[in-house]
């Protein structure tokens, strides 16, 4: 006891407690029902575990509740031996393996034993069994190859699919039918006449439920439903599905109740509603109401009180709609897949053109700066020139005024010319457009002349012009035509640098009649070495050049003016001097 702490007699009281507590058994500190709620959780371990075990075994359980309770379904059995016309055991067997894996083998064994034994008989010998295993090992093989050789595990189920299902089916159901007839021949009294008729009925049976009812387990077992449902709004798919069901129940109804003509002939109206379901739902949509069609059908006929052998030619008849609706519901489906294929590549195809359109733009804004530095070199040199003579001639006093003034009246041409080149080509790249008018081919040959007139000076290079009398003026825009001239001559004479023979650059301008349409040709000839023959067949494509610090675009670029401009611009490799052709359009009078 702490003196002066007041509740520290408590705090003792609580400390003898406590260590009194310890030294009591442990059963009699618990407090009253801990026993009780341990039991209880024991309890809850134990349904926990159950529950578990069930959740992942329930597939298996669902099989074998559902292969027994089909068994024990006796519809419109035949009087002598007692096979019903639709048999949907070997539907369950089938999609279980497919869905399933080689793993239920044994569970479909136990199914169908517990299925016959479950079933009163005279006799169950080792032929039973023996009839078992052989198919058990028959689902489990076509179940295998269904699962391998088919896509119906997934949501892409295409012709050659339901082509591969019905080949399977088709051979499931033969042996299956055999087995099974002889087990139930062997120990009967049955004639050995009765067996093929016995292998044939239990042959449609089973087919039938294989058809029926394996395409639906398949189809809802590969969530190809959730897909269904989450592309389309579910109250469109409720609403069609009602309106499926008062159709089926409204022509059952009138084919088996009011029956204006036989059942035969009105049954094929039948189809009418599984067609419409087909190509708005496709497979899985065909896949889901052919079991509703075949239970309604199946109602209808035990309603009416129809005698075994009727139902089952009726069975062959809802055997035969399966059959085709599934096959349209496939072909539906590979429609709508090659719709959105389709609808794929065309957007491809869209942002490639965009992207194509974006690389085009690109290449021609490259190609513009490369052809204004290409021909606005020229006007600039000029300007350079005229400029530093300005400049010594403003040095010598006013003795040169007069020539400087001239001097100063070439660089404000030769500016405007330069400026003028750059509106047009900049139109040209932009649009396309050129503003045509009338020029004589004296004057755009004299204006190329001054130009390049210097050029022609200082390389020592002789000009040379032939114009034809009377030569009709051209229906051309000046200044873009002037550039591909100059771009001509501006190649000639780099041709003709540096070499020792004569120099000479000649343009000649005669008619010419194309087709009854007067047109005028000017020649643009030099004494050069020529045009290599390797550069001949490329010599207008871009980038395509012989100069060592060539573009290769001018005479792309004047091909692309001579032509937007309904000329032509082409090099004649069959005259002795190198000669480039430049045909105009004349101006009609």
């Known amino acids: 006891m702490i003196p002066g702490c007041p509740g520290s007699r408590n705090l003792l009281l609580l400390t003898d407690m406590n260590a009194d507590s310890d030294s009591l058994p442990p059963a ?97 010998g080792a032929e039973t069994v023996l009839a078992a295993v052989v198919m058990a090992v028959t689902y489990w093989g076509a179940g295998l190859l269904l699962r391998r050789w088919t896509q119906w595990s997934s949501a892409e189920v295409r012709p050659r699919d339901v082509n591969r299902l019905l080949l399977l089916c088709l051979a499931t159901a033969i042996l299956v039918a055999l087995v099974d007839a002889l087990r139930q021949f062997v120990g009967s009294e049955l004639a050995a006449s009765a067996l093929p008729v016995l292998v044939f009925r239990l042959f449609i049976a089973d087919l039938l439920g294989l058809v029926v009812l394996t395409p639906a387990l398949l189809q809802w077992a590969s969530k190809a439903g959730l897909r269904l449902v989450q592309e389309t709004p579910y109250w469109i798919v409720a609403r069609d599905t009602l309106i499926f069901v008062l159709v089926l129940g409204a022509l059952l109804l009138l084919v088996f109740g009011m029956r204006p003509l036989d059942e035969f002939r009105m049954s094929y109206l039948l189809f009418l509603p599984m067609i419409v379901v087909a190509m708005r739902y ?42 085709s609706t599934l096959y349209l519901g496939a072909l539906s489906d590979e429609r709508q897949r090659s719709t959105a294929r389709i ?32 021909d606005l070199n020229q ?55 050129m503003r045509l008018e009338r020029v004589s081919v004296a004057s755009l040959i004299e204006n190329t002349h001054a130009h390049v ?57 005669f008619r010419i009649s194309d087709g009854g349409d007067c047109q005028v040709r000017i020649l643009v000839q030099d004494t050069g070495p020529g045009v290599p023959a390797e550069l001949r067949q490329r010599l207008f494509t871009p980038l395509a050049t012989s100069k060592p610090n060539g573009m290769g675009l001018g005479l ?34």
């Open 28 to 124: 009699a500190v618990r407090e009253p029902g801990t026993t009780a709620h341990t039991q209880a959780g024991s309890h809850f371990t134990r349904l926990s575990k159950v529950w578990g075990w069930v959740g992942r075994h329930k597939s298996a359980l669902l099989f074998l509740l559902a292969y027994l309770l089909a068994g024990a379904v006796d519809l419109f059995p035949n009087p002598r031996f007692g096979v019903q016309p639709w048999n949907p055991q070997p539907a369950l067997a089938l999609a279980l393996i497919a869905y399933g894996g080689s793993g239920y083998g044994p569970v479909v064994l136990t199914g169908i034993l517990a299925a016959w034994f479950a079933v009163p008989a005279a006799h169950h």
């Open 282 to 323: 496709g497979l899985f949509g065909v896949a889901t109401t052919i079991p509703l069609g075949q239970l309604g059908l199946l109602g209808a006929l035990t309603l009416t009180g129809t005698r075994p052998g009727t139902a089952f030619e009726f069975q062959l008849l809802m055997l035969a709609l399966a059959v």
């Open 343 to 374: 609808a794929g590549q065309e957007r491809t195809l869209r942002e490639r053109d965009r992207a194509l359109a974006e690389a085009q733009r690109i290449a021609s804004t490259a190609e513009l700066a490369a052809a204004l530095a290409h």
């Open 379 to 433: 006007p600039l040199s000029a300007i350079g020139t005229f400029a530093r003579a300005s400049q010594v001639l403003a040095e010598r006093g006013d003795s040169e005024r007069a020539k400087l003034s001239e001097t100063l009246e070439q660089v404000v041409q030769e500016s405007a010319r330069a400026g003028q080149y750059l509106r047009r080509m900049r139109d040209f790249f932009r649009t396309g457009s």
């Open 453 to 509: 007139r210097d050029r022609l000076v200082s390389a020592d290079i002789q000009w040379r012009c032939t114009i034809e009398p009377a030569l009709p003026e051209v229906s051309v825009d000046a200044v873009q035509i002037g550039a591909v001239l100059g771009n001509l001559v501006v190649n000639a004479c780099d041709a003709l640098e540096g070499r020792l023979t004569w120099r000479q650059v000649h343009l000649k301008a």
């Open 556 to 589: 792309a670029l004047s091909r692309s003016i001579a032509e937007r401009q309904g000329g032509r611009l082409w090099f004649d490799p069959d005259r002795e001097m190198t000669t480039f052709c430049l045909d105009l359009r004349a101006h009609a009078n």
